[in-house]
């Protein structure tokens, strides 16, 4: 078990620091910025950064690439309209990261809906599971008199569209080329929040430097970075451990959020994580015994944009 035969491994750990970091991040951040302003200035940084390795791509690209980039560009740009209103809203950090990770058991129910794609058995099983649990989660603000809160309603429409986000990723990744579709995501992400940002937000009229140097850290760490580590985590890493690690970045943003925001892990809201993490465990352990064979081989990659922490990576198709 030496470092250097599960580097791939350790990478994506990293990786899934660096997303839930980028929670912690944001939050710090529209605590002074509007909140679709900072969505805005964070992926419109993140494209800006990208681009130079995108650039020679997007040229290449035809009108039918170009349409199906922007198509996902968009459901990316309300995926993270709905996600940033959440975290505005919410003091539970770890609550919403549990929520959106809900997306990984959307994206199968939605895939269905659209293209008949049948999702796999292990999937009815866990879906029940997940479903209680966000009941549980749902119910740890009722039981603390909060009510169904408005972060509650915007992290479960973010799943939603979550799911919707990856299901046309996916199906477009395979003929669309990695950097330039990357790249056009960050970019409607930045130009359509700026659009919305100048018709109904606000700018104040100072804004302090610990702000800046969140909006910074979000964009350098929880944007670029991520993808980053996850890219060359998952090119190096067995598909099913890689899978499996990414579930703990709900787990990590937990942690960060007690530790830094002061959450509150009452009876039910704990019992609603575990739920969740036993459900997306269910079904991604349907794919380890295939990946088990894959383990220092190279399958095919598609471009895929984080369910739960709205960074892009790349993903490896199961």
């Known amino acids: 078990m030496s470092f250097k035969h599960y580097?791939?491994?350790?990478?994506?750990?990293l990786a899934?620091?660096?997303?839930?970091?980028?929670?912690?991040?944001s939050k710090s951040a529209i605590a002074e910025l509007p909140a679709v302003t900072f969505v805005s200035l964070r992926f419109g940084a993140?494209?800006?950064?990208?681009l130079p390795f995108a650039f020679r791509g997007l040229g290449r690209l035809s009108r039918k690439q170009w349409q199906q980039s922007l198509l996902v560009g968009l459901s990316f740009s309300l995926y993270l309209f709905f996600w940033v209103l959440g975290v505005?809203?919410?003091?539970?950090?770890?609550?919403?990261?549990?929520?959106?990770?809900?997306?990984?058991?959307a994206a199968?129910?939605?895939?269905?809906?659209?293209?008949?794609?049948?999702?796999?058995?292990?999937?009815?099983?866990?879906?029940?599971?997940?479903?209680?649990?966000?009941i549980f989660l749902a119910a740890s603000g009722l039981s603390s008199g909060g009510g169904l809160g408005l972060d509650t309603l915007f992290f479960l429409l973010t799943a939603l569209w979550a799911g919707i986000q990856f299901v046309l990723n996916s199906r477009y990744a395979k003929s669309v080329p990695i950097l330039p579709l990357t790249f056009i995501q960050l970019a409607?992400?930045?130009?359509?929040?700026?659009?919305?940002?100048?018709?109904?937000?606000?700018?104040?009229?100072?804004?302090?430097?610990?702000?800046?140097?969140?909006l910074a850290l979000s964009v350098l760490i929880g944007t670029n970075a991520r993808f980053l580590l996850q890219t060359f985590?998952?090119?190096?890493?067995?598909?099913?451990?890689?899978?499996?690690?990414?579930?703990?970045?709900?787990?990590?943003?937990?942690?960060?959020?007690?530790?830094?925001?002061?959450?509150?892990?009452?009876?039910?809201?704990?019992?609603?994580?575990?739920?969740?993490?036993?459900?997306l465990l269910l079904y991604r352990v349907k794919r380890l015994p295939k990946a088990a064979s894959l383990h220092g081989k190279k399958s095919r990659k598609q471009v895929g944009i984080s369910l739960s922490s709205a960074s892009p990576c790349i993903k490896k198709g199961d």
């Open 233 to 279: 985590g998952q090119k190096l890493s067995d598909v099913g451990n890689g899978a499996l690690i990414m579930i703990l970045e709900p787990v990590w943003t937990m942690l960060l959020s007690v530790m830094f925001m002061q959450e509150m892990l009452g009876t039910s809201k704990i019992i609603g994580c575990v739920l969740i993490l036993l459900a």
């Open 7 to 13: 580097r791939g491994e350790w990478i994506l750990l």
């Open 88 to 105: 505005k809203h919410t003091q539970e950090l770890g609550k919403g990261a549990f929520l959106l990770s809900l997306a990984m058991l």
């Open 188 to 214: 409607m992400v930045g130009l359509s929040s700026g659009f919305y940002a100048l018709l109904a937000e606000d700018m104040p009229s100072s804004v302090g430097s610990m702000t800046w140097l969140w």
């Open 108 to 134: 199968p129910l939605i895939a269905w809906l659209i293209y008949q794609e049948r999702p796999v058995r292990r999937f009815w099983l866990a879906l029940p599971i997940a479903v209680l649990g966000m």
């Open 46 to 50: 993140a494209a800006l950064i990208f």
């Open 16 to 25: 899934t620091l660096a997303a839930a970091f980028g929670w912690l991040f």
